[in-house]
């Protein structure tokens, strides 16, 4: 009996032992710090344009520059040669981030091209039907229209339901013989809510339907696993929550899935070997690269994927969320403001308007003060804009090196914007 009651309460205490371990651990004050004082942009603005592009740290900008100047001295070429290594391990480290084979990642310039890349692979037919969200982005909107022109596919689009949720409901019927593609977009342009990319993920293996991924606003800001997710492709920028250069991404492509999609563009490098009159495909995701790219900007993108993995995604995610939360209750309090965020679970941008004044009145404004907003037009996000009769509205996308008062600055200076239309 004794040994029995020792057991439980050992059982007991490594279930706590573990479920502690497992607690994220929030970052500090001290690290947040440090953290603004990597980033020369912090000094003196207030940036709460992240999902727009956000500051990089010093790191990334130094990594861009140095490789630049010693390209300038040894020749392209030559400085390529020596830092073959460091460029490989992007691919490495942009694996590791989302948990997927170094073989299945392809460097692009933005989400758009790696989207566009994937979706222009796949051999649609007429009937063909693809279904998506009503937060689809517009350069993904583009392609369902331009498809459907070019090969006459129907497009289902699946609304949220009254709460801003996706409706799983919907989706399951939708799904027929005919779906080829499933495509969604995991966080809007212009609203703060978040689809539920691993339940639709779930479906889309079950009915084994390709299954295509948005995912320019997630990655550096949401913890991404793509074999949770189920997906077959994902398309992702680094400007964005990753905090790289502007004109740099990646799109990972499953394996199992690389030889189903053609390649858009071929040279010497996208294929293995290459004969007067034949040739063939190289075996991995780099099949849809070409050889002439921006090397300072992949060793740039590498650095900015090393320094989130540095932190830690789940730090970063506890910390937006904490943000953003924070910010809509204070913007909720203000008499003149709307929020629009909607849905269960919401994300690092949060979307509003004032009464009586234009979404990009409001931004110029707030760029004299030295806060960096944005705006979300209707196209953007035109299924959902369009739906919910909106125009414009401002966006503020925080980011884990925002701080509480830098919130508090924005909404007092929102505060007299509100009290001057009043007047």
């Not at 603005?45 to 592009?53: D, P, V, W, Y």
């Not at 392809?106 to 758009?112: C, F, M, V």
């Not at 299954?211 to 992702?236: F, H, R, T, W």
């Not at 921006?294 to 650095?303: I, P």
Request: with cysteine; proline share 2%; hydrophobic share 40%.
């Amino acid at each position: 009996m004794m040994f029995v009651s020792v057991l439980i309460l050992l059982i007991v205490y490594f279930v706590l032992h573990k479920s502690l371990q497992m607690e994220i651990k929030a970052l500090t004050e001290l690290e947040i710090q440090n953290l603004r004082q990597e980033t020369k942009g912090t000094v003196g603005k207030i940036h709460f344009n992240n999902a727009g592009a956000s500051l990089p740290p010093d790191v990334v900008v130094e990594t861009v520059i140095s490789y630049l100047q010693e390209e300038a001295t040894l020749g392209g070429y030559e400085t390529e040669f020596k830092y073959k290594e460091q460029l490989e391990n992007t691919y490495v480290s942009i694996a590791r981030l989302i948990n997927a084979g170094k073989d299945e990642i392809a460097i692009a310039e933005n989400a758009s091209t790696a989207w566009t890349l994937a979706f222009n692979g796949i051999s649609f037919k007429s009937g063909d039907e693809v279904i998506t969200c009503e937060m689809e982005y517009v350069t993904n909107l583009i392609g369902f229209v331009h498809a459907k022109k070019k090969y006459g596919i129907t497009i289902k689009v699946i609304p949220n339901d009254i709460r801003g949720n996706f409706s799983m409901t919907e989706f399951e019927d939708a799904i027929s013989e005919k779906t080829k593609l499933i495509a969604i977009t995991h966080i809007p342009s212009s609203a703060g809510g978040m689809i539920p990319i691993v339940e639709i993920g779930k479906i889309a293996r079950k009915h084994n339907i390709l299954y295509l991924v948005d995912a320019c606003q997630s990655v550096g800001q949401v913890p991404i696993d793509v074999k949770e997710i189920n997906c077959d492709m994902l398309a992702v920028t680094g400007r964005k929550y990753l905090r790289a250069p502007r004109g740099t991404g990646f799109l990972f492509v499953r394996k199992a899935v690389q030889d189903k999609l053609d390649s858009i563009f071929i040279d010497g490098f996208t294929v293995q070997w290459v004969t007067e009159d034949d040739y063939k495909i190289r075996d991995d995701a780099r099949r849809f690269e070409l050889y002439e790219r921006n090397r300072a900007l992949t060793l740039g993108l590498g650095k900015a994927v090393d320094y989130v993995l540095n932190i830690g995604v789940d730090r970063i995610w506890q910390r937006i969320q904490f943000l953003s939360r924070l910010m809509r209750q204070q913007l909720k309090g203000i008499n003149g403001i709307t929020v629009h965020d909607i849905g269960d679970q919401q994300c690092g941008i949060v979307t509003f308007s004032v009464n009586g004044i234009e979404s990009a009145l409001i931004k110029n404004e707030l760029a004299e003060k030295q806060i960096n907003v944005s705006v979300g037009l209707a196209k953007s996000t035109l299924y959902y804009m369009n739906k919910n009769h909106l125009t414009a509205v401002v966006r503020a996308s925080l980011h884990y090196y925002n701080t509480e008062e830098e919130i508090k600055l924005c909404c007092k200076e929102l505060v007299l914007l509100c009290k001057e239309v009043e007047n």
